[in-house]
């Protein structure tokens, strides 16, 4: 009799263990899945806000104009350096109509935004 119990002992205790350790592996799984989603958010965020650079240094190369600062002015360069290799594929999409006084519609910097 003694044996048998020692034998359902064992039998318990065997499954206990596999029981504790289908949790375990579990846990083990949902941290990996939540590491690479974290990561993957991580990214997005990082694109996110560089196009959010981007769409600002646009905002301002399209305000500037509106202002009327001197062309020649480190911050002007400044922005027109920056943000020339993303306006540069809209140049000659939409045309700029002008008036006499010098007033020009900016519609490529529009259409970059």
């Known amino acids: 009799m003694r044996e048998s119990n020692v034998g359902s002992d064992d039998a318990r205790q065997a499954e ?64 027109n350096v920056l943000t020339g290799p993303f306006h540069a594929p809209f140049r000659g999409i939409v045309s700029s109509p002008s008036v006499d006084g010098g007033f020009t519609l900016v519609g490529q910097r529009k259409t970059a935004i």
Do not use: T, W
């Open 16 to 79: 206990h263990h596999n029981a504790v350790k289908s949790k375990v592996e579990r846990s083990i799984n949902a941290e990996r899945v939540l590491n690479r989603s974290r990561v993957a958010a991580r990214g997005s965020q990082f694109l996110d806000y560089a196009f959010y650079l981007v769409y600002g240094l646009l905002a301002i190369r399209l305000v500037l104009p509106l202002i009327g600062p001197r062309s020649g002015s480190g911050f002007v360069r400044f922005i």
